[in-house]
Structure formats: C-alpha cells, structure tokens
C-alpha cells in the first residue's frame, strides 16, 4: 500500500523480483553501478560537491533546494 500511496510502485529499488521489469532493473543496475564504472563519475561528484558546499555557505536556509539541485 505504501508503494502505492507514494506513487512510487514500480520503482528500482521497490519492485518485487517476481515484476517482468525485474531482471532488466537489475541488468541495468549491475552494468551502470559497478565499481569500474562509479570511478568514472568521482569527478562529477567532487563537483557536484563544491556546488553544494557554495550553495549551503551562501543561502543555509535555502538547504532544501541546494540537495535536489
């Protein structure tokens, strides 16, 4: 119910294993998630990072907005 409620029912991490879409959720989880490939995205997170860390020092009370940026 709660999936339902949230509209989140047939999201990556909440589908059952029985769904269809489940072996092609886990393919594409496994070939865009693996320890090679998330190497790949360290500098976008450092960047990502400092955007954050500029946004919080320059507006704080805007939080919210800066971590879904």
Same mark, same amino acid.
């Given at each position: ?6 509209? =989140? ?16 959720? =886990? ?11 998330? !190497? ?27 971590? =879904? !940026?």
């Amino acid at each position: 119910m709660l999936k339902e409620v949230i509209g =989140r029912k047939l999201a990556v991490f909440n589908i059952s294993s029985l769904h269809p879409r489940f072996k092609k959720y =886990r393919k594409l989880l496994h070939t865009s998630l693996n320890g090679w490939i998330v !190497q790949e995205y360290y500098p976008l997170f450092k960047e990502e990072g400092k955007t954050l860390l500029k946004g919080l020092s320059e507006k704080p009370e805007r939080f919210i907005s800066h971590l =879904r !940026q």
